[in-house]
């Protein structure tokens, strides 16, 4: 199955269970992408030592996970762009979403 996950919070709790969530997926061999949107954006600065989401963020990739930000959320947040990842536009979100089977947001 290919599945969307969608991520619009900086809740380090919220992105933790995503992360967690899309790892899952991957490992049971599904093909994973993620999605920030908002500021979900801010990726690289969140976690706490509770929520450990750079651990997550890097299981998600070595997992084969593919993350896209869009590229409107670090104008918006005022925040750049820190993460290795791809800045895709509103039209490629869509894209994204069409690709799945499933869509899971947080």
Request: aromatic share 8%; proline share 5%; glycine share 8%.
């Amino acid at each position: 199955m290919q599945l969307g996950v969608i991520v619009e919070t900086n809740d380090p709790e919220q992105v933790w269970n995503a992360l967690k969530f899309s790892v899952a997926a991957l490992r049971k061999g599904h093909a994973t992408h993620l999605l920030l949107m908002g500021a979900a954006v801010e990726i690289a600065t969140i976690g706490n030592a509770r929520y450990d989401v750079s651990g997550e963020l890097a299981a998600f990739d070595a997992a084969g996970g593919a993350l896209f930000i869009c590229e409107t959320g670090p104008r918006i947040h005022r925040f750049v762009n820190q993460a290795p990842y791809p800045l895709v536009s509103m039209p490629a979100s869509v894209d994204l979403i069409e690709w799945a089977d499933k869509v899971v947001t947080f």
